[in-house]
């Protein structure tokens, strides 16, 4: 059973950084397709970043493009995105995603129907 733990949420002054953690288990991680999504109050949840299977690359959706970056350690099975700039507007639960699934457009990492597996969140909170 494939379990993912996010960790680093908090509060942040607005400018500052942050960076998420999420601990994969009961998968072969590289095997794996990981992303991050965030949920804003009372907007629908969107995509953010993603790695793909043996983290040959990685995909920015427009909601933070510019300001994080998605990075994977595939020894100890962790992913990560860091988050800069950050403004009140970035205010949500963040929550990373697995899917063993093979993605063939890069549309597909965006979509979080296409994820399987999913953490419990954290949240940010990023004060103006």
């Known amino acids: 059973q494939v379990q993912l733990v996010e960790s680093g949420g908090g509060l942040v002054q607005a400018g500052g950084s942050l960076r998420l953690s999420c601990a994969a288990s009961g998968a072969t991680f590289n095997d794996y397709t990981w992303g991050w999504f965030r949920q804003r109050p009372g907007k629908e949840r969107e995509a953010v970043a993603a790695t793909n299977k043996n983290g040959y690359n990685t995909y920015y959706a427009d909601s933070m493009k510019g300001r994080v970056t998605v990075s994977r350690d595939n020894v100890k099975n962790i992913v990560y995105l860091q988050m800069n700039s950050l403004n009140s507007e970035d205010t949500a639960v963040y929550y990373c995603?697995?899917?063993?699934?093979?993605?063939?457009?890069?549309?597909?990492?965006?979509?979080?129907?296409?994820?399987?597996?999913w953490g419990q969140g954290t949240q940010v909170t990023v004060s103006s």
């Open positions: 995603a697995g899917s063993a699934k093979t993605f063939y457009s890069s549309v597909s990492y965006y979509l979080d129907r296409n994820y399987e597996y």
